[in-house]
């Protein structure tokens, strides 16, 4: 679902990471993790790395209407005045209508909307550059052309129609924290981790915030372009191919990426998969219609691989992460969770004291 951009996410800038729908074709099963410790109420967070919010008020001329500065991202955020930012909010509220939202479509891909709501998260948050200290969840972007109609993000007005239902319920969650909440939601929903994860995004309110294409993994490249890109927002090795393992979700449509197909037969069911399909099938080459070309399982053609992702397991480094994830699923969880929730926080100006969420899972 997105770590690559593939399916949804590729089409002339194909990013790696895809998630139209879950990856399979597979009906969604029982399989959960076993034991899922979680709690509805928020801890505060003991991280201190945090620097407080720099801004400069700047009101409206000839009125009372103003905007904010983030001095460290340079996004234009909405002035709210101190009396309106005192109404609490239930983000658990929040994240079981979500949760009761994934499968209220069974026509759609494989019946759940939670891969391609993850995959919005990660599109979302994967633009991060360290250097710069530009793109991530912060600002929610997306909602701007011309980020909304980059190449990578074919198909996801789907995943930002239906948070639209959930922001116009819940005005008051910034579109940066709604789309990240969303995405925890779905990898636990779906039978992942459960994933930390603390409010604190604020909603751009010009395009101008929005980031430049190409930010996005291309599928069709090979290892090195996949470290340029997930370097560039200060992940290593180990994480990248955790966050790979997130495409057990969701499948690749033609119309969006150019590629065609899911990763492994269950795709609306998070777990290793992946990994074990990568690792222990026979892969050859299928032309596509359009001239390109992807991996297919020689025993179940359905089933595909990128074409960056089958060099990166050939890679020394990344292979031995992908072979770790295929035989302990626990340490695949754990690795993931640490650097999913990563990615959601890039470039996000907390101020330290955010209370951090472990919400409690609806379909269990």
Known sequence: MNPLRSTTLLRSARPLFVSGSALGAGARTSFMQNSRHYTSEATTSKKSGFKPLATLTLLAIGGGAGYYYNASQNIKTKYVPPTEQKKTIDYQKIYNEIAEMLDENSDYDDGSYGPVI????????GTYDKETNT??????????????????N????????????????????????LWTLAGA?????LGGPIIPWRPGRQDAEVATSCTPDGR????TKKQDHIRDIFYRMGFNDQEIVALVGAHALGRCHP???????????????FSNEYFKAITTRTWIKRKLPHGGWQWVDKNNP???????ELAMYN?????KYFDLYAKDQDKFYEDFTAAFTKLLELGVPFKGDEKVYRFKIVNE
């Open 255 to 269: 119309e969006r990426s150019g590629f065609e197909g899911p990763w492994q037969e269950a795709p609306t069911m």
């Open 315 to 319: 890679d020394k480094e990344f292979k």
């Open 302 to 308: 359905d089933v595909m691989m990128l074409p960056a």
């Open 135 to 152: 793109g991530g969840s912060n600002g929610a972007t997306m909602r701007f052309e011309p980020e909304s109609a980059h190449a990578a």
């Open 185 to 189: 939601c779905a990898v636990q929903e």
């Open 216 to 219: 996005l993994p291309d599928a």
């Open 154 to 177: 074919n198909g996801l007005v789907i995943a930002r129609d239906l948070m639209e239902k959930i922001h116009q319920k819940y005005p008051e969650i910034s579109y940066g924290d």
């Open 118 to 125: 993850l995959r919005l998260a990660w599109h979302a948050s």
